[in-house]
């Protein structure tokens, strides 16, 4: 089974600068997707980035960006000039890909809680 | 286009009662997923729905717990004979079609207290 592991249960950041939440993933598939949820409090879960495995160029997404490294398994979100509203959990979360039963479902990690430090 | 809506937002039941859960996916949005947040966790999957069908179900779906999308738009999930264990957040999600390259669009979540 995939498991899906983030080891920083809480970070902070000062406003502007730069932060990285760590993920690491395990499986034994060749295809599959990695994305980041990001869930402020008492709101909605949103989509941050997504990553296909077959692709070897890390995604961006304005001040959102990847690191994706396959060999090590492992999928850590780059947070650039951190502003208020990013103060949320941060979740990583696994799908295989293809269209085989059973892949239509996202196993999550347990979350970073990200503080914005004003 | 006014999102995924959940209701109620929150539930305070007393053990062994019976609660029901709704969500109205976003408009003609065919794939309908419930997930299940526990405290300091990750949300974990349920089960979901490509139109009324149900396709699949997790083992985390014991015999108590009921889904069903009668005319595939909203859906329901009822909770039989609640224990203390099933206190956690239910988050309902929607996407217009399969595929990971369809992004899920979450629902704010029912609150399930069982006391």
């Known amino acids: 089974a995939q498991t899906v592991t983030q080891s920083q249960p809480e970070m902070s950041v000062q406003e502007a600068e730069t932060v990285t939440l760590s993920c690491t993933y395990d499986t034994s598939e060749s295809d599959y997707y990695l994305f980041w949820y990001k869930q402020p409090p008492s709101r909605q879960m949103i989509l941050v980035i997504r990553?296909?495995?077959?692709?070897?160029q890390n995604a961006t997404e304005n001040r959102f960006s990847v690191n994706f490294q396959k060999a090590a398994k492992s999928f850590s979100l780059k947070i650039s000039d951190s502003q208020l509203g990013d103060a949320a959990m941060y979740f990583c979360?696994?799908?295989?890909?293809?269209?085989?039963?059973?892949?239509?479902?996202?196993?999550f990690g347990t979350g970073t809680r990200l503080t914005i430090i004003p | 286009d006014t999102g995924v809506s959940q209701d109620p937002r929150h539930k305070i039941t007393k053990r062994g009662q019976n609660v029901t859960f709704r969500c109205d996916p976003i408009s003609e949005h065919n794939r309908l997923y419930w997930y299940r947040q526990t405290l300091g966790q990750g949300p974990e999957f349920l089960t979901y729905f490509q139109n009324e069908a149900q396709l699949e179900k997790s083992r985390l779906l014991s015999d108590r717990f009921s889904a069903e999308r009668p005319k595939g738009s909203f859906s329901t999930l009822e909770i039989q004979r609640t224990e203390q264990g099933d206190s956690a957040m239910y988050l309902c999600?929607?996407?217009?079609?399969?595929?990971?390259?369809?992004?899920?669009?979450f629902g704010n979540g029912t609150r399930l207290t069982v006391t």
């Open positions: 999600a929607s996407s217009p079609q399969p595929g990971a390259l369809s992004p899920l669009h």
């Open positions: 979360a696994y799908r295989p890909g293809g269209v085989n039963f059973g892949n239509e479902k996202l196993t």
């Open positions: 990553q296909e495995a077959y692709k070897q």
